[in-house]
C-alpha cells in the first residue's frame, strides 16, 4: 500500500501533512480546519471517484491536479469561504456525476467548464454571493436532475439551456432578488418535481409551461410581489401536493384547477390580500391536511366544501375581518387539530357557530372540542 500525503496548512496550527492511500475510491476531509491544502499529488488516486473537502475555512484552492483523476465522480466543496473557484480542471472529467460549491462566498462562478457534461446530474451553488450566471453551458445536460441556485443575489435568470434537461427534478432559486422570470423552457422538463422560487421580487409569472409537468409535486411561490396567479396551467399536474402563495399581493385566485390536485396536502394563501375565497374546488381533495388563508381581507366564507376532508388537520382564517363563522360542516373533519379564526388586534370577538344538531357529536375534532364553548348552536 502506498500512501498519498497532502501539505496542509491548518487553522492556528503550523503546516502539516494528511496521509491518504494511494488506491482509494473516496477522500473525506471534513471539519479538519483546512486552510490550504496543495493538491499535486492527487493524480498519483488513480481509483478516486469522491473528493470532499467540506466545512473547513478553505479560502482559496487550486483544482488544477484533479484533472488527472479520471474516475472522479463527485466533488464536494461546500461550507468553505471561497470567494472564487475556478472549474476549468473539471472539463477534462468525463464522469463527473456531482458538483457541490454551496455555502461559500463566491461572487460569480463560470460554468463553462461543464458544457457537454451529459454524466451530470446535480449542480449545487446555494448560499453564496452571485449577482448573476450564465446556465447555457448546461444546455443539453440531460443527465442534470438537481440545479440548486438558492439564497444568492441573482436579479435575473435565464432558463434557455434547461430545455435541454428533459431529466431535470429539482429547481431552486428561493432567496435572491428576481424580478422577473421565463418559466418557457421548462415545459420539456416533463420530469421536473419541485420548483423553489419563494423570498424574491416576482410581481407577475406565467405558469403555461408547467402544464407539460404532469410530475410536479411542490410549487413554491412564497412571498413575492405577484397581485394575480392563473392556476389552471396546473390541471394535469395532478400529482401536486404542495401549493404555496403565501405572502404574495393577490387580491383573488381561482382554485378551479385545484379540483385536480388528487394528492393536495398543503395549501398556503395566507398573508396576501384576498378578499373573497370560494372553497368548492376542494370538496373532493381528500388529501388535504393543511389550509391557511390568515391575515386577508377575507369577510364571508363557506366551509361546507371542507365538510367531510377526513385528513384536514390545519385550518387558519386567523386576521380576517371575519364576523361570524359556520362551523357545521368542520364536524366531519376527523383530523382537525387546529382551527384558528382569531385576530390579533383588538375588536369585536368572531362569533362561531354551528347546527344545534351537531351538539350531539360525541367524537368532535379535537379543534372543535376546544372551542367548544364559543360556539353558538342555531
Known amino acids: 500500500m502506498d500512501d498519498v500525503i497532502f501539505e496542509c496548512e491548518f487553522l492556528g496550527r503550523e503546516h502539516g501533512a494528511i496521509d491518504v492511500d494511494s488506491n482509494t475510491t473516496e477522500i473525506n476531509l471534513i471539519e479538519m480546519d483546512i486552510v490550504s491544502i496543495d493538491l499535486g499529488p492527487i493524480?498519483?488516486?488513480?481509483?478516486?471517484?469522491?473528493?470532499?473537502?467540506s466545512e473547513n475555512p478553505l479560502q482559496d484552492i487550486d483544482l488544477t491536479p484533479i484533472a488527472e483523476c479520471k474516475n472522479l465522480q463527485e466533488l464536494c466543496l461546500r461550507w468553505n469561504q471561497l470567494d472564487h473557484v475556478k472549474l476549468e480542471p473539471l472539463s477534462q472529467l468525463d464522469c463527473l456525476t456531482e458538483i457541490d460549491i454551496s455555502?461559500?462566498?463566491?461572487k460569480r462562478v463560470d460554468l463553462e467548464p461543464l458544457r457537454g457534461k451529459h454524466t451530470l446530474r446535480d449542480l449545487y451553488i446555494s448560499a453564496n454571493e452571485i449577482e448573476e450566471v450564465d446556465l447555457s453551458p448546461l444546455v443539453d445536460s440531460r443527465s442534470l436532475r438537481y440545479?440548486?441556485?438558492?439564497?444568492?443575489?441573482?436579479?435575473?435568470?435565464?432558463?434557455?439551456?434547461?430545455?435541454q434537461c428533459p431529466g431535470l427534478r429539482y429547481l431552486g432559486l428561493t432567496s435572491n432578488r428576481i424580478k422577473s422570470i421565463d418559466l418557457g423552457p421548462l415545459d420539456n422538463c416533463s420530469r421536473l418535481e419541485r420548483?423553489?422560487?419563494?423570498?424574491?421580487?416576482?410581481?407577475?409569472i406565467d405558469l403555461d409551461a408547467l402544464s407539460t409537468c404532469r410530475n410536479l409535486d411542490y410549487l413554491n411561490l412564497r412571498y413575492n410581489l405577484l397581485q394575480s396567479i392563473d392556476l389552471e396551467?396546473?390541471?394535469?399536474?395532478?400529482?401536486?401536493?404542495?401549493?404555496?402563495?403565501?405572502?404574495?399581493?393577490?387580491?383573488?385566485?381561482d382554485l378551479s384547477a385545484v379540483e385536480n390536485f388528487k394528492n393536495l396536502e398543503q395549501l398556503l394563501l395566507d398573508y396576501n390580500e384576498l378578499e373573497e375565497?370560494?372553497?368548492?374546488?376542494?370538496d373532493q381533495t381528500h388529501t388535504l391536511r393543511e389550509l391557511r388563508l390568515g391575515s386577508n381581507n377575507i369577510k364571508d366564507v363557506d366551509l361546507s366544501p371542507l365538510r367531510g376532508l377526513r385528513n384536514l388537520r390545519i385550518l387558519d382564517f386567523s386576521d380576517n375581518p371575519l364576523?361570524?363563522?359556520?362551523?357545521?360542516?368542520?364536524?366531519?373533519?376527523?383530523?382537525?387539530?387546529?382551527?384558528?379564526v382569531e385576530r390579533s388586534s383588538p375588536g369585536r370577538a368572531i362569533r362561531i357557530v354551528a347546527d344545534k344538531n351537531e351538539k350531539r357529536h360525541e367524537e368532535a375534532p379535537r379543534a372543535l372540542q376546544e372551542k367548544r364553548e364559543r360556539i353558538e348552536w342555531i
Open 147 to 163: 440545479l440548486g441556485l438558492t439564497h444568492n443575489l441573482l436579479r435575473e435568470v435565464d432558463l434557455t439551456a434547461l430545455s
Open 233 to 253: 396551467p396546473l390541471m394535469r399536474s395532478t400529482r401536486l401536493r404542495y401549493l404555496l402563495l403565501s405572502g404574495n399581493s393577490l387580491t383573488e385566485v
Open 103 to 106: 455555502s461559500n462566498g463566491l
Open 43 to 53: 493524480g498519483q488516486c488513480k481509483s478516486l471517484e469522491r473528493l470532499t473537502l
Open 323 to 340: 364576523e361570524v363563522v359556520d362551523v357545521t360542516d368542520l364536524f366531519y373533519c376527523d383530523e382537525l387539530r387546529t382551527f384558528v
Open 195 to 204: 420548483i423553489e422560487l419563494e423570498h424574491n421580487e416576482i410581481e407577475e
Open 277 to 282: 375565497i370560494d372553497l368548492s374546488p376542494l
